[in-house]
């Protein structure tokens, strides 16, 4: 059975950066896309970014505005989302995602992290 672990969520003051990692265990991640979507407080969860199984495709929400960037590193199972000039808009519960290719809809995704909490204070 996969699963996914995100860490690195905080708290972190407007214009603060952090940098998320998602680490797989019970299958490799090599052969498939990784998503990162956030969901805030009364909202539902949406698309931030995804990356192609070798990591040479990215895409990202049109919100972001070239602020995050998403890498992996499938030598450690891993992928990364790399948060700059975060905003009190960002706040949010990040996750991520894995399916066989990149995808921008939540429930296209099969297997899901339990998730990390970002905050960004004014």
């Known amino acids: 059975q996969v699963r996914l672990v995100e860490t690195g969520g905080g708290l972190v003051h407007t214009g603060g950066s952090l940098r998320l990692s998602c680490a797989a265990s019970?299958?490799?991640?090599?052969?498939?896309?990784m998503g990162w979507f956030r969901q805030a407080p009364g909202k539902e969860r949406e698309f931030v970014a995804a990356?192609?199984?070798?990591?040479?495709?990215?895409h990202y929400a049109d919100y972001l505005k070239g602020r995050f960037t998403c890498s992996r590193d499938n030598a450690k199972n891993t992928v990364y989302l790399q948060m700059n000039s975060l905003k009190p808009d960002d706040t949010a519960v990040y996750y991520c995602?894995?399916?066989?290719?990149?995808?921008?809809?939540?429930?296209?995704?099969?297997?899901w992290g339990q998730g990390t909490q970002v905050t960004v204070s004014s």
């Open positions: 990356i192609s199984w070798s990591g040479d495709t990215t």
């Open positions: 019970g299958r490799p991640i090599s052969s498939f896309a």
């Open positions: 995602a894995m399916r066989t290719t990149m995808s921008t809809t939540p429930a296209s995704y099969t297997f």
